[in-house]
């Protein structure tokens, strides 16, 4: 308390007060030691609700309130407690105007959420756990999309890093020195429109609430009979599964979380295996088998002490959004769908007459253009783009006016920078970043290129990359490619896909069709909400 006693002393800089900070650590620290008279008494001496104080140290003090109260049974107060900090979280989300410095701004609530769910868990019920869950990953991956303002300059950089990144495209074997010096000077300029975007403001609205188990049995009875939620979760590095039916709400420890990771990593390597071309047979033969046995292992493990013999949607983090559930033998012929949280559905002027489509095809893809010209015989009126017209600022127009959107193309997923996923088209890369701020109309999406429905969770939880992006923007479903996927396999699978579609605007359904009766796995999955599963 003598830190406390200097920091009032020295009063406040730019609205930070070190001896507020000081008694929020002190009274954390008694909290752990066991002395929670101590802890109450710091508490007292800080003012009500520290409105004056900056976010971090007003989500801070919610949670030191939220941990006392939970020491002291007082569940009633600590959920009080948990549930004003996260809001207060999410309203200050709702009005930056960047997708990455919404999901930035989820680091602040990481001591909150991980307190509600240690909470939820010695309580024992399996619905309070579920709830838990919820509150925290809607509230960093549900909040509404933002609309930053436009930025001519970033537009501009962006349009130099894809002609950097297209002229090392096409540079030769013999060139790689120049291509490596292109891609870093590229990396820069994406460096400064990173830089540029945090600066924005924007006007997302309301605030997405959290879903309930109570909600999610209500959806579910109204929906497919047999219906499952399954919401995996990781606790002292035992994976867990919090299921919901309509029946109920029950907890399934699966096993060590480290086997099922292990066995998602050869997943992902056997598919890069199996898609390649130039390969070996012999080997590319040991990988397929392999790929097999790691995918009935998956489902043995994942699925089947879940029972889960109707439609599935399944919520998870990291690695396990990079397993193909659909494509988990116990799933053929079966709709499943995957989100990072238990989305909801959003409600979209559904279009009267014939549904717009377009296909894109871009280079490099052997079988691109055939595909993206049998996609779109499977529209009337539809516009397809192959070679030099599949542009960048064509493609980014139909993603915000059509209500179907195919792209052919190759594309990958940017670990390190993940809002600079890309998917290739004719002038260069289009990034994710450029779609930050773009309101796509109910769309469903479907991106048949290799892992470019690939993730990566950053501090807070939360996910980024272009499956998240053309989600949190609108889009009603995205099919995607979470391995490697052959552009021949893509060419088969994709037109029939477009078929069941097209019949039933049921996008599950149309994956879990046109994936029946292929005889080599496909690592396509459908993201989209719990109400678009529970409509089938």
Known sequence: MNVAAAGDEAGPTLGYHPGHAARLVAARWFVLAG??????????????????????????????????????????????????????????????????????AAAHGVDLTHLDVEAAVR?????????????GRSTFAGTGRVTPPDDPEAAALLTEARGLLARARELGAGESRERERLTRRASRIQG???????????????????VTAREVRGTLAAGSKGSVVASFLVIADVLRCVRVDAAGVTTVDIG?????????RRLSADFAMAANDLIPTPLRAAATASLARNLKALDTVLLAPLHADGDLYVVAREPLLSVPWAALPSRGGLRTSVNSYVARGRTHARPTGERRLLAAAGPGVRHGATEARAVGEQWPGATVLTGKDAVTERVRTALATHDVVHLATHGQHDADNPLFASIDLADGPLFA???DGTPLPGSVVILSSCEVGGS??????????????LLRLGARA????????????AARVMPRLHAHLRETDDPEAALAAALRDVAEPVPLVCFSS????AAG
């Open 123 to 135: 309580t024992g019920r399996s619905a309070a756990l579920f709830d838990a869950l919820e509150r």
């Open 256 to 264: 060590p979380a480290d086997d099922v990771i292990e066995r998602v």
């Open 478 to 489: 995205v099919i995607a490619s979470v391995a490697k996927l052959s552009d021949e396999l």
């Open 35 to 104: 002395d929670l008279d101590a802890a109450r008494n710091v508490l007292t001496d800080l003012p009500r609700g520290m409105v004056s104080a900056p976010l971090t140290m007003r989500i801070q003090h919610y949670t030191v309130q939220a941990e006392l109260a939970f020491a002291t049974d007082d569940r009633a107060r600590g959920m009080r407690a948990v549930r004003t900090g996260l809001g207060l979280l999410a309203d200050h989300r709702s009005r930056l105007g960047s997708v990455e410095s919404v999901t930035a």
């Open 456 to 469: 990566t969770q950053v501090l807070g939880g939360e996910l980024l990359g272009l499956t998240s992006v």
């Open 192 to 210: 400064e429109v990173r830089e540029r975007s945090w600066r924005h403001a924007g006007n997302a609205g309301a605030v997405q609430r959290p």
């Open 433 to 435: 970043h450029e779609l």
């Open 530 to 533: 719990v109400e678009g599963l």
